[in-house]
């Protein structure tokens, strides 16, 4: 399988898809649907939109049935990181060698571009038409569930609480698992869903998700030290000037290599049972594994 | 009916369904559910929820069917003032009298628990038990479509843009019929929805919310200017020192006055054909429309 093909094809299809659910600058308010276009396409890699598009790969469906999820995870990704640049929180003002949105709308929109990113993620999906209602409410919960207090925010809320802190090892796995960790491992448990996997279909994809959105993350520490800045599209070294705990600098820096390439192999293993079908998700774990950007 | 009495009962149900379902401060991570918590229980007056279980009381139907939507839509209003309040938006330090969420908890989580709350109230809406998924995907459809750009994030993006400009009377009546009038029309939508109104049923009571949207809006305009701080819990005199456009400050006092017994008055007739039974609404009505604060 020609890898970068598939996922240029992956990518363009997510992206025309949240082409037609975003409203244009034309409808009224524009300033607002301006600021959410703005930030949903300066160059994301739609790493959770494929990997749902990817798990309908492996069931042989329809992929228009995993469009409104695929783009309601990207939107919520990119409300997540409009927030957190925020002056208040990371303080960032270049995202993917972009000004952040607060940068280029001020700070007001850019809380509002966010809001009005999370809610529509919502509105698309309950108006999804290709699937049965109990089946949108499932793929909903899972997404809301990934996405507040016991996912995500609340990653984000220990990460914040942390910075400057001394932090343990088990700590750091609480605030990998859930920032960045459970929207992942929740893109590729919505396309079991929606795909209608059996228990330990779903079972083999959650371990695959909850492996490669670890393996991510301590790849992303990996990168801040020794990634170049110009691919990553932002400063690197920034974990250490801000006292953030990240796994090679609680763990050191081989010991994290080794743990990726442990992740990775565990994340293959996972699919073994989808036999020639998995071929998509493992050579998307070795894509994703051995970025440098 | 004594309607103190009658507020007092739905005001405990409700506070009670939403002490239920936002996790406690014992929730790792506490800090977030504590702030969530801050501002939900700082003496709102449940206006939006209070509608939703009237609409279900005005059907005669089981009210635990209206209450995961009754506690969604007080959640959102919830965030929508917690962001609002924020230094980059209204810049508020105090809100029915008490600090507002940034000013106990800082910025950074007052951002996460307005995105918390947002997040949480589709996640209650997935687990709704009580409703067939058909009904509840219709519930989350009216409330997210009310809560975004084409509703009240739309009012709020165009109130932003218009301090201190001078404005006409079709762009205020945009800004209040959707910053506050799309999740009070919501509200009572939402309660006809799940008790499975008829079309002319919903249509009647969609009039009755948005009369009821825009009265309550100009009546939060008039208290700006002659209420008392201490009933209303926060400064008064402020729109005009944010040089806001207001409607007794384009149409005059008097008129916003007659604009209030009008809309009052209609809102009235449109639920005429409940007869006796829409007596709980027609209460509301009047209280909401005589309230000084």
């Known amino acids: 399988m020609e890898i970068e093909l598939?996922?240029?094809?992956?990518?363009?299809?997510?992206?025309?898809?949240?082409?037609?659910?975003?409203?244009?600058?034309?409808a009224y308010p524009g300033i607002i649907h301006e600021s959410m276009r703005y930030s949903?396409?300066?160059?994301?890699?739609?790493?959770?939109?494929?990997?749902?598009?990817a798990v309908g790969d492996l069931?042989?469906?329809?992929?228009?049935?995993?469009?409104?999820a695929a783009c309601a995870l990207e939107m919520i990704h990119c409300y997540s990181l409009i927030h957190d640049d925020l002056p208040a929180m990371d303080d960032d003002d270049y995202?993917?060698?972009?000004?952040?949105n607060h940068k280029v709308y001020g700070e007001a929109l850019a809380v509002l571009a966010g809001d009005a990113l999370l809610t529509l993620a919502f509105e698309i999906l309950t108006r999804d038409c290709y699937n049965k209602p109990g089946v949108t409410l499932r793929v909903m919960q899972e997404i809301a569930s990934a996405s507040g207090t016991s996912g995500m925010i609340g990653g984000q809320v220990v990460d914040l609480e942390s910075e400057?802190?001394?932090?343990?090892?088990?700590?750091?796995?609480?605030?990998?698992?859930?920032?960045?960790?459970?929207?992942?491992?929740?893109s590729v448990r919505v396309g079991g869903?929606?795909?209608?996997?059996?228990?330990?279909?779903?079972?083999?994809?959650?371990?695959?998700?909850?492996?490669?959105?670890?393996?991510?993350q301590i790849i992303d520490d990996i990168l801040d030290i020794e990634g170049e800045e110009e691919k990553i599209g932002k400063k690197t070294g920034m974990d250490t000037w801000k006292e953030k705990a990240t796994y090679p600098g609680i763990h050191g820096i081989e010991p994290a290599r080794k743990k990726v390439k442990e992740l990775y192999n565990e994340s293959l293993s996972?699919?073994?049972?989808?036999?020639?079908?998995?071929?998509?998700?493992?050579?998307l774990a070795e894509f994703l594994v051995n970025r440098d950007y």
Do not use: W
């Open 6 to 26: 598939y996922l240029k094809e992956r990518k363009e299809m997510v992206d025309k898809a949240l082409d037609r659910v975003i409203p244009s600058e034309e």
């Open 40 to 53: 949903i396409f300066a160059g994301g890699k739609r790493i959770r939109p494929i990997l749902t598009l």
């Open 59 to 68: 069931l042989n469906q329809d992929l228009s049935r995993f469009l409104p």
């Open 95 to 100: 995202r993917r060698g972009k000004l952040t």
């Open 164 to 186: 400057g802190k001394s932090i343990d090892a088990n700590i750091l796995n609480y605030i990998h698992s859930k920032k960045t960790g459970a929207l992942i491992r929740a």
């Open 193 to 216: 869903i929606i795909g209608e996997a059996d228990e330990q279909q779903l079972g083999r994809l959650t371990r695959y998700g909850e492996c490669l959105g670890l393996a991510f």
């Open 270 to 283: 996972a699919v073994e049972i989808f036999e020639a079908r998995g071929e998509a998700l493992k050579i």
